[in-house]
């Protein structure tokens, strides 16, 4: 069984996790506080950034979008219609594109500092960067949610699914930030019907499972998130 070093509330972690989970692979967990930048942790990865891999042969494999390259490398490859790359290069790079959008773009403007400011700084002691939420960058993160909902909106709208026909890498990234967001009750569904509609299939499938049943210490997700119909 591989090994993923992940925190529950990161994205990119999360993408990684319903990759693996799309594909019907188990992985071990291991919960990891960055910021403590561990010596055994470092020395798979010295950035001190996750998520982590310990591939086959323990080799690490560091950041989310390169470990995507790698199951799909690995498994992909071997799953057809189910194969959340396409083959057609054009198509390839669309997904490319959208899993940056989300995991670079909306986790800069938005989802880092509302984990950072909400979940992790709580539990970082002072002296490592902890203490009270900063509320400007929580309120500039909360003006940045509605643009990138009404994206999400508008491809959900005109696509059966967000890169295309099929589900795809693009879609797990998206949702990997969505539930993150949703976890913490910062997105207003009202007004976002075919975003809603998206993720309520997204949430439904087997591999969201696990990110369903994830808890915080001491924040208790809003009371929807686990509800497969909202």
């Not at 984990?115 to 003006?143: F, N, Y």
Request: proline residues 5%; glycine residues 6%; aromatic residues 10%.
């Amino acid at each position: 069984m591989l090994t993923l070093f992940h925190h529950p509330m990161l994205a990119s972690c999360r993408f990684v996790r319903l990759a693996f989970g799309e594909y019907g692979e188990e992985l071990a967990l291991i919960e990891e506080k960055p910021w403590t930048r561990r010596k055994e942790f470092l020395s798979l990865n010295p950035a001190g950034s996750l998520p982590v891999l310990l591939a086959e042969g323990d080799v690490p494999i560091v950041g989310a979008q390169v470990i995507s390259e790698y199951i799909d490398e690995t498994r992909g490859v071997l799953k057809r219609e189910r194969r959340l790359f396409a083959e057609d290069p054009m198509q390839r790079a669309e997904i490319r594109r959208l899993v940056d959008w989300f995991l670079t773009k909306m986790e800069s403007e938005v989802t880092r500092h509302l984990v950072r400011e909400r979940v992790l700084k709580p539990m970082m002691p002072d002296t490592l960067g902890g203490g009270a939420p900063d509320s400007a960058a929580i309120r500039a993160a909360r003006a940045n949610i509605r643009q990138h909902l009404k994206y999400i909106n508008w491809m959900a709208g005109t696509r059966h699914w967000l890169a295309g026909t099929r589900l795809t890498y693009a879609d797990l990234a998206a949702a990997a930030a969505i539930s993150t967001l949703d976890y913490l009750g910062e997105i207003d569904w009202r007004e976002h019907n075919a975003a809603r509609e998206w993720y309520t299939r997204m949430k439904s499938r087997p591999s969201f499972r696990s990110l369903l049943n994830d808890r915080v210490r001491g924040l208790s997700p809003v009371s929807h998130y686990a509800d497969l119909d909202f």
